[in-house]
């Protein structure tokens, strides 16, 4: 069963404006969620992350929002510039020690 | 470069054959993962060093799959008798204390 799922593929955004990434989980017992970048032929990148007690945390042009009643996450960039095209994941932590993934949305940045 | 490296960066094997990747974690970090990832999706996890102890093995971690710590430091996955749903992105990562884990390039694996 897939515990985090992100429902878009793909996301097209004008370069400038603010592209919002989504994030679904099923199981109550994550306690920590990420957000990685991938370039292809590269390794995910660490970008962003949010305890289960937060409902915000912001890092420079990166936002994620946590909404625990939901069960959703999403990720805030703002201005969207063309470097941030790439795939981005979203994972989460709380079962074990390993990392559950999401099955990415790839990030058009139009200039 | 105090990144995570991972070599080979790709790898051609013949099924049936036995392949071996070798992981060098970030010098400080005493927690090392291993994922596979295939296209279209997101890195599954496969197995879990606290240093040289391995804590946590997937279910997709066939008897074909081995890993090891040893000292605590470098990895090495190997897949023994490799099949063609081998294929796949294998990647490395480590960390310190915190859930956020540092990946390296990964091993392209291609099983013809």
């Known amino acids: 069963d897939q515990q985090v799922k992100q429902n878009s593929p793909s996301l097209s955004v004008q370069e400038g404006r603010i592209s919002i990434l989504n994030c679904d989980y099923t199981?109550?017992?994550?306690?920590?969620f990420l957000w990685y970048k991938k370039y292809p032929a590269e390794g995910p990148t660490f970008l962003i992350s949010i305890s289960s007690i937060k409902d915000k945390n912001e890092d420079g042009r990166f936002t994620v929002f946590l909404n625990k009643s939901a069960k959703h996450l999403s990720l805030h960039i703002v201005p969207s510039q063309p470097g941030d095209s790439a795939v981005y994941f979203c994972?989460?932590?709380?079962?074990?020690?390993?990392?559950?993934w999401g099955a990415g949305t790839k990030l058009i940045i139009k200039p | 470069d105090t990144g995570v490296s991972q070599d080979p960066r790709h790898k051609i094997t013949k099924r049936g054959q036995n392949v071996t990747f070798r992981c060098d974690p970030i010098?400080?970090?005493?927690?090392l993962y291993w994922y596979r990832q295939t296209l279209g999706q997101g890195p599954e996890f496969l197995t879990y060093?606290?240093?040289?102890?391995?804590?946590?093995k997937s279910r997709l971690l066939s008897d074909r799959f081995s890993a090891e710590r040893p000292k605590g430091s470098f990895s090495t996955l190997e897949i023994q008798r490799t099949e063609q749903g081998d294929s796949a992105m294998y990647l490395c990562?480590?960390?310190?204390?915190?859930?956020?884990?540092?990946f390296g390039q990964g091993t392209r694996l291609t099983v013809v």
């Open positions: 060093f606290q240093n040289e102890a391995q804590l946590e």
């Open positions: 010098s400080e970090h005493n927690r």
């Open positions: 990562a480590s960390s310190l204390s915190g859930v956020e884990a540092f």
């Open positions: 994972a989460a932590s709380g079962v074990g020690y390993q990392l559950i």
């Open positions: 199981n109550s017992m994550f306690d920590y």
